[in-house]
Structures are given as C-alpha cells and as structure tokens.
C-alpha cells in the first residue's frame, strides 16, 4: 500500500516562494511518474506539474510555467515542488499523486494516477 505525505505548504505574500515534499511509502516511487495537482475552493482539481519516473521528462500547466519547478529524489522516496513568484490565483490545496504504470513518463491527467496524499494548503496573500 502507497501512502503519500505533503508538506510545505502555509501563508505567503506575493511573489514570495514556497517549496512542497511529498514523501512516499512502499516499493513503487523510484519507477512511477509523480505529479502535483491543486483544487482551490469551488473548482475542479487541476494539473500542475508531472515529473518521469527517472526526472528525465516534466511537464507543466501553463499557468507554473516559469514559476514553478518539480524534482525527484528516488533515493529518498521524495518528490518536490518549489514555487517562486507565487500569486493570490496559486491559493489551493496541492495534492501529490503517484502514476499507475511502471516506467512512466508522466501525465497531465488525473485518471493516470491512483495514490493521492491528503493535500496541502497553500495560501498567497496580495
């Protein structure tokens, strides 16, 4: 059984920085695809970055380009996100999820993931 852990979340100004973990227990991390998501409230949860099983390949939505980055560290079950310039409209909760699939590249869709962990909350002030 998978269970995924989130930290780093809390208040910040704009523009300020925030940096999420996601520690994962069992066997599978180091060869499955590891995304973020986030739901803010009274909307559907949404896409925010995906990272390969090795780092190799990442993706990000639109709206985290240039801001936002996802890492890996297989060795330490642990997957991350660091956000700069963080705006008010980045207030959600962020979720980490590990991909379904062996060897996997990543994905922007929720429906490849099948472990979810309970969220962070993540607040930007103006």
């Known amino acids: 059984q998978v269970q995924l852990v989130e930290s780093g979340g809390g208040l910040v100004q704009a523009g300020g920085s925030l940096r999420l973990s996601c520690a994962a227990s069992?066997?599978?991390?180091?060869?499955?695809?590891m995304g973020w998501f986030r739901q803010a409230p009274g909307k559907e949860r949404e896409f925010v970055a995906a990272?390969?099983?090795?780092?190799?390949?990442?993706y990000y939505a639109d709206s985290a380009k240039g801001r936002f980055t996802i890492s890996r560290d297989n060795a330490k079950n642990t997957v991350y996100l660091q956000m700069n310039s963080l705006k008010p409209e980045d207030t959600a909760v962020y979720y980490c999820?590990?991909?379904?699939?062996?060897?996997?590249?990543?994905?922007?869709?929720?429906?490849?993931?099948?472990?979810w962990g309970q969220g962070t909350q993540v607040t930007v002030s103006s």
């Open positions: 999820a590990e991909g379904r699939v062996d060897y996997g590249t990543g994905s922007t869709a929720r429906s490849q993931y099948n472990y």
């Open positions: 990272i390969g099983w090795r780092g190799g390949t990442r």
């Open positions: 069992g066997r599978t991390f180091s060869r499955h695809a």
